[in-house]
């Protein structure tokens, strides 16, 4: 089974900050990979997929880098609406795990 | 407007059985993958299950497989998670969740918003 490896699992950051998040593939994913957001009390949202495809809406501040099997969102200058947890998601091969989450809170 | 609503979620005891429901509007439902996807109390997103266009493929959680099974009514626009030999562990909120695309490989775009599952004795 592939294993998704997601750092850190808690961040506090300002408004303004530059954040970064990743999520490490035990193997390789190609682009099968999403990332979504989830604000407290709502459903999941999905904000990337194909690896770096944003979806309508998403705003530009949100972005995507990759090293081998490191994906990394980032988001260049944190808004208040920003604050929320994040999880990535591999769509290679079954189970489709997601990562353990990345909450981000305000400092 | 994509739509999805979930229904079906209840109290249940150990061993018992419950089937979820997941009514979609709003886009051409036989066109696209749907997906459970569950979180537990305070917990992380959880894969359950996944159900290709035509029903063809199917994929399940290995803590679930076995004990439950998705399927779909194209005619009526409808998911179903049949439930059986529930666990405590199976406590969650349920979301359903619409594919990008007709196999089980794309990623969720649009999601209902759950139905809880509780499972005590």
């Known amino acids: 089974d592939i294993q998704l490896t997601q750092s850190p699992s808690f961040l506090s950051a300002s408004v303004g900050d530059r954040v970064t998040i990743t999520c490490r593939a035990s193997?390789?994913?190609?682009?099968?990979f999403a990332w979504y957001q989830q604000r407290p009390g709502k459903a999941p949202k999905l904000l990337i997929y194909?690896?770096?495809t944003l979806p309508g809406g998403v705003p530009s501040r949100f972005s995507v880098s990759r090293s081998g099997g490191d994906f990394s969102l980032i988001i260049s200058s944190l808004q208040p609406e920003d604050f929320a947890t994040y999880y990535c998601?591999?769509?290679?091969?079954?189970?489709?795990?997601f990562g353990g989450g990345t909450k981000v809170e305000i400092k | 407007e994509v739509q999805l609503v979930e229904s079906g979620g209840e109290w249940a005891q150990p061993g018992r059985s419950l089937r979820l429901s997941c009514a979609a509007s709003?886009?051409?439902?036989?066109?696209?993958?749907l997906h459970w996807v569950r979180q537990a109390p305070g917990k992380g997103l959880e894969w359950v299950a996944s159900?290709?266009?035509?029903?063809?493929?199917?994929g399940y959680a290995d803590t679930v497989r076995g004990r439950f099974a998705v399927s779909r009514d194209n005619a009526k626009n409808a998911l179903y998670l049949q439930m059986d030999s529930l666990r405590e562990e199976d406590t969650a909120l349920y979301y359903c969740?619409?594919?990008?695309?007709?196999?089980?490989?794309?990623?969720?775009?649009?999601w209902g918003l759950g139905t809880l599952v509780t499972v005590s004795s």
């Open positions: 969740a619409k594919g990008g695309g007709s196999s089980t490989y794309y990623y969720y775009d649009s």
């Open positions: 194909g690896a770096s």
């Open positions: 159900i290709s266009w035509n029903s063809g493929a199917r």
């Open positions: 709003g886009f051409i439902f036989d066109d696209y993958a």
């Open positions: 998601q591999q769509l290679k091969n079954y189970p489709l795990v």
């Open positions: 193997q390789d994913i190609n682009n099968y």
